[in-house]
Nanobody
Framework: QVDLVESGGGLVAAGGSLRLSCTGR??????MGWFRQAPGKEREFVAIIRGPGTQTYYADSVKGRFTISRDNAKKTVYLQMNNLKPEDTAVYYC??????????????????WGQGTQVTVPS
């Protein structure tokens, strides 16, 4: 049984936009996040959103271009990605945990994961 399911990935030209979605039985109001993994690299933090408010945290590499948001009624978290760059090419993973951790960028703290969705931005 899959905890979380991502959708919305695809191939987009540099400068374009994509919106990723994530939903599933492991949707957690306290903390929902996005990570990504490029070929040959470690999985890295992208963004998280804390509940019950809307406090957000972003990796420096995506600040000002990506926006994370959440619809609790639909149990869905989104990642709006604008001005995409070739270096954004990666598999994007949704993750959740029930308690916020100050080291929110460390993937070890997340208990549930999706299977990922591919985002490709050709150079």
């Amino acid at each position: 049984q899959v905890d979380l399911v991502e959708s919305g990935g695809g191939l987009v030209a540099a400068g374009g936009s994509l919106r990723l979605s994530c939903t599933g039985r492991a949707f957690s109001v306290p903390v929902m996040g996005w990570f990504r993994q490029a070929p040959g690299k470690e999985r890295e933090f992208v963004a998280i959103i804390r509940g019950p408010g809307t406090q957000t945290y972003y990796a420096d590499s995506v600040k000002g271009r990506f926006t994370i948001s959440r619809d609790n009624a639909k149990k869905t978290v989104y990642l709006q990605m604008n001005n995409l760059k070739p270096e954004d090419t990666a598999v994007y993973y949704c993750a959740s945990r029930s308690i916020f951790n100050v080291q929110y960028w460390r993937r070890i703290h997340y208990t549930s994961w999706g299977q990922g969705t591919q985002v490709t931005v050709p150079s």
